[in-house]
C-alpha cells in the first residue's frame, strides 16, 4: 500500500521511463521535483533509435525541436507535453495520431506512415502541417489552426472535407484520387471531429460545425506576422 500511495502522491513518479531513455541517450533535462515537469532546453533527437513506442513523456516540454521519425511507432501515445519547435513523425507505423502534442510551435509532419484519419492531430499548428504519403480518405480531423502551409498530397482523398478552418499559407492536394480544390469560406469544409462518430459515414460530408470561427482575421493577421518574419 505504500508504495502505491507513493505513485499516486509523487508527481515524477511517472518520469521513470523518460529519466532512463535521456540517461541513456545522454540528453541533459532539468526535472521540477515539486511538479514532475522536465524541461529540455533544446532539441529531443529521437530518430531511428528502433522505438515501438514512445516513453511517458507527457510531463515533459521540450524548447526546440522533438524529433521521432524512422522508428517503428504505432501510436503518439506518451508525446510531449509541449513542444515549442517542430514534431516530426514521419516514417513510422502509425495509423493515428490520438496522443500528438495539442500545441506546435513550429511545423508538424507525419508523412508517409498507415494514416487513414487525422482523428488525434494538433489542435494548433504555428508552422506547416504536413501528411503526405498516407492512406487518408478524409481530412477529418486535421488541425483547426494552421498557421502556415498545408500538405496532403499522395493520399486517396477525394474531397477537402474536415480541413483546417485557418490555413495561413497555401493547400497543397496533389496525386489524390481527384484534383483536390480548396477555397474559401473555410467552415463549409469543417467538420467538428467530435461529431464523426455519431454521424453515419455516407452523411459525413454533409455535417457542418454550427459555431464559426470568431477568430479568423486574427488568426490570418498573427499567420502573416509569423511568415514576415
Request: aromatic residues 8%; charged residues 25%; glycine residues 8%.
Amino acid at each position: 500500500m505504500g508504495n502505491l500511495n507513493n505513485k499516486f502522491n509523487n508527481p515524477t513518479a511517472q518520469n521513470k521511463g523518460a529519466r532512463k531513455l535521456f540517461r541513456d541517450l545522454n540528453i541533459y533535462y532539468m526535472e521540477d521535483m515539486t511538479t514532475g515537469k522536465i524541461t529540455i532546453e533544446g532539441d529531443l533527437d529521437l530518430r531511428n533509435k528502433g522505438l515501438d513506442k514512445l516513453p511517458d513523456l507527457s510531463n515533459v516540454i521540450v524548447q526546440g525541436d522533438f524529433d521521432c521519425s524512422d522508428n517503428n511507432l504505432t501510436s503518439l501515445e506518451g508525446s510531449p507535453k509541449t513542444v515549442t519547435g517542430s514534431f516530426n513523425c514521419e516514417c513510422n507505423e502509425l495509423t493515428s495520431l490520438e496522443g500528438a502534442t495539442e500545441n506546435i510551435g513550429n511545423c508538424f509532419t507525419c508523412d508517409h506512415n498507415q494514416l487513414t484519419s487525422l482523428l488525434g492531430a494538433p489542435k494548433n499548428v504555428v508552422g506547416y502541417f504536413s501528411c503526405n504519403g498516407n492512406q487518408l480518405v478524409s481530412l477529418i480531423g486535421a488541425p483547426e489552426n494552421v498557421f502556415g502551409n498545408f500538405y496532403c498530397s499522395y493520399n486517396h482523398l477525394t474531397s477537402v472535407i474536415g480541413i483546417s478552418r485557418v490555413i495561413g499559407g497555401s493547400f497543397n492536394g496533389r496525386n489524390n484520387a481527384t484534383i483536390l480544390e480548396y477555397e474559401e469560406p473555410f467552415d463549409q469544409y469543417w467538420i467538428d471531429p467530435a461529431q464523426v462518430k455519431s454521424v453515419k459515414k455516407e452523411e459525413s460530408k454533409k455535417v457542418i460545425t454550427e459555431t464559426r470561427n470568431k477568430k479568423i482575421g486574427d488568426f490570418r493577421r498573427f499567420a502573416l506576422s509569423r511568415r514576415k518574419k
